[in-house]
């Protein structure tokens, strides 16, 4: 689950770097986090997605160390 965790953080990451810098570059880079994001083996088990995504979200935000439940 900590992979997933720290995915989720790479794509805020690239959100902020692209939203600081919004070059080509920058665009490609959160783009492509983006698409490793959706196409992870979480979301084979995830049941319901949107909810799953929230959980997500809520244990990779900075200032969180939980993990989603299952």
Do not use: S
């Not at 690239?14 to 920058?26: G, V």
């Not at 084979?44 to 900075?62: I, S």
């Amino acid at each position: 689950m900590a992979r997933d965790i720290d995915l989720q953080r790479r794509w805020y990451t690239a959100e902020a770097d692209w939203a600081a810098d919004p070059t080509e570059e920058k665009r490609t880079a959160f783009a492509a986090v983006g698409a490793e994001l959706y196409a992870h083996e979480y979301w084979a088990d995830a049941g319901n997605r949107h909810e799953a995504g929230m959980k997500l979200k809520e244990a990779a935000r900075p200032d969180t160390t939980q993990e989603p439940a299952a």
